[in-house]
């Protein structure tokens, strides 16, 4: 009885199938348009498309299931016929989510976050310095910024065969998401020319080109809005926004193609030839390290805030902040598991670590600060559910759950220490602890993967197609467990690219055009100074 109804619904799965299929052949033939005069009576008729078998269009099911490719886009030969035009709806919708979510950590997580740690008279200029941002970087990334960072750069590629090669640093074949003359056919080049909704197989085989597009504008747009917590209350708006805009040709475009492009010189899971084995998964490198360090090096360069050690720079609201942080935690789901491209198991994983590690982080600082200080304030709850959120971006989605939970309590302690100890010992101005939070928490994070990293987690790190070989190599104990090595190596350009790219745009705008507001401006507050404009009537 129990074979027979296995038959039946073998059967029943396959009918489904063949209907879908019929289906879509309809609505594609009623959506044609009218048929063209007949042709010249000795024109041959052109032959019928070949049309995929039953077993064919199971794969393509069982593929959508299990994110893997297609039959049509696993066969190198182009043979395999496909009734598949489109995008994964499925999957397609959770990164349409993640999109939103992501860019909902800037505004308004980020700006009411920050917002609510300064002072009353410059809130609005942290609330004009994000959105300016988010405009800023939306117009460079449609512009070439994608290429830059996504496309393949042709240059390094076969001249013969197209084969890909490795590349400091993609192409401009993206430029204004392909409407340019630049749009073209490269041989051997799997990936679509044109920025529309057809999957790209480099990146993820049931998203819309589209939408990956927009989801990574939303890292783009978040890393740099990081920076106005190292330089917050002393920079001038117009300065700051030049500033944003060479850094990311400098620093951000460089370093995300490196780490997260299919020919990246660091991307160790999907390039076999990346000249350091790393891994990223969600930024902990590209998005907080780079902002971290960057963030310093400026503060050091604006110099302190005036009466810095005198005046009392306590937060104005800190209901705000932890409106702020609420809103970063709920967004950092589309930044952690939006990062897998699909709603699959990797997704899964990285939400549950993501879970663990920042309510355990969230946990442990104030703990720590109780016993250190004797109070557990909120905005000690606060900065360790954003710590804990720092340090399990790289390592969300190669981690298990154990794992989540050492870095939360790596996440709650180290970064602590960091800003509350470390700061004053050095006795620079990080106004908002970018770099005690985001560039220490981004290098733990960094770190720990290459301790923590389970291959069993994560199936690309097995992929023999790729990279993903050599990391299995990398992650077995039995050899040594060398990740780490190559993580320390991640890490170390990180810093150099981000602290030269920052000086050099730094001290050029300082000796030019200048980075700071006259004292009486700054003692007024960047709110009325920059935008005439005050947050609070009195």
């Known amino acids: 009885m129990i074979k027979r109804l296995s038959t039946i619904t073998r059967w029943s799965v396959c009918g489904l199938v063949l209907a879908f299929g019929a289906i879509q052949a309809d609505a594609q033939a009623t959506n044609a348009p009218a048929a063209a005069a007949p042709a010249a009576a000795a024109a041959p008729a052109a032959p019928a498309a070949p049309k995929p078998t039953t077993d064919q269009r199971l794969f393509d099911l069982e593929a959508y299931v299990n994110n893997a490719a297609t039959g049509a886009d696993a066969d190198t030969t182009g043979k395999t016929p496909s009734n598949l035009t489109a995008s994964g709806p499925g999957h397609n919708a959770w990164m349409l989510t993640s999109t939103a979510l992501v860019l909902m950590m800037t505004l308004p997580g980020l700006a009411l976050f920050y917002g609510g740690l300064v002072r009353r008279k410059n809130i609005l200029s942290v609330c004009a310095q994000c959105f300016a941002i988010t405009g800023l970087v939306t117009i460079l990334w449609w512009l070439c910024g994608f290429g830059l960072v996504f496309g393949i750069n042709h240059a390094y590629c076969d001249p013969k065969t197209g084969a890909m090669g490795t590349s400091p640093l993609g192409d401009l074949q993206y430029a204004c998401f392909g409407a340019t003359s630049l749009n073209k056919t490269y041989t051997g080049d799997p990936q679509p020319q044109v920025v529309n909704s057809i999957p790209n197989g480099g990146y993820g085989y049931w998203m819309s080109q589209n939408v990956y597009a927009c989801f990574q504008l939303t890292f783009a747009i978040i890393t740099p809005a990081l920076i106005i917590g190292g330089i917050?209350?002393?920079?001038?708006?117009?300065?700051l926004v030049i500033f944003i805009g060479c850094w990311m040709f400098i620093v951000y475009f460089p370093l995300a193609h490196n780490v997260w492009g299919v020919?990246?010189?660091?991307?160790?899971?999907?390039?076999?030839?990346a000249y350091v084995k790393g891994m990223d998964f969600a930024g902990g490198t590209v998005v907080h390290m780079s902002s971290g360090w960057s963030g310093l090096t400026l503060a050091l360069i604006v110099g302190r805030r005036l009466g810095w050690g005198k005046t009392n720079f306590s937060p104005h609201s800190t209901v705000l902040t932890f409106i702020g942080a609420s809103?970063?935690?709920?967004?950092?789901?589309?930044f952690n598991a939006g990062s897998a491209c699909a709603a699959d198991v990797i997704a899964a994983n990285a939400f549950t670590t993501t879970t663990l590690a920042t309510a355990t982080a969230s946990?442990?600082?104030?703990?720590?600060?109780?016993?250190?200080?004797?109070k557990a304030t909120v905005v000690g709850f606060c900065s360790g559910a954003v710590a804990g959120l720092v340090v399990i971006t790289p390592a969300c989605g190669y981690v298990n759950p154990m794992g989540g939970m050492i870095i939360g309590v790596i996440a709650g302690t180290i970064p602590f220490l960091t800003t509350t100890y470390l700061k004053p010992l050095l006795g620079y101005d990080d106004a908002l602890d970018v770099f005690g939070v985001h560039a220490v928490g981004g290098m733990c994070g960094a770190i720990a993967t290459g301790?923590?990293?389970d291959p069993t987690i994560n199936a690309n790190l097995t992929n023999t197609g790729a990279g993903g070989q050599k990391m299995a190599d990398l992650c077995d104990w039995s050899k040594g467990h060398l990740l780490y090595i190559e993580q320390f190596k991640i890490v170390g350009f990180t810093i150099a690219l981000s602290v030269i790219g920052t000086a050099i745009i730094g001290f050029a705008l300082k000796f030019t055009l200048g980075l700071r507001p006259t004292p009486e401006q700054e003692e007024a507050g960047l709110d009325l100074s920059d935008h005439g404009e005050e947050g609070y009537i009195l």
């Open 363 to 374: 946990f442990v600082w104030p703990t720590v600060e109780y016993f250190l200080k004797g």
């Open 451 to 453: 301790f923590l990293a």
């Open 263 to 273: 020919d990246g010189m660091f991307n160790g899971v999907w390039n076999a030839n």
């Open 232 to 239: 917050a209350e002393r920079m001038k708006f117009s300065a």
């Open 327 to 334: 809103l970063l935690w709920v967004g950092w789901y589309g």
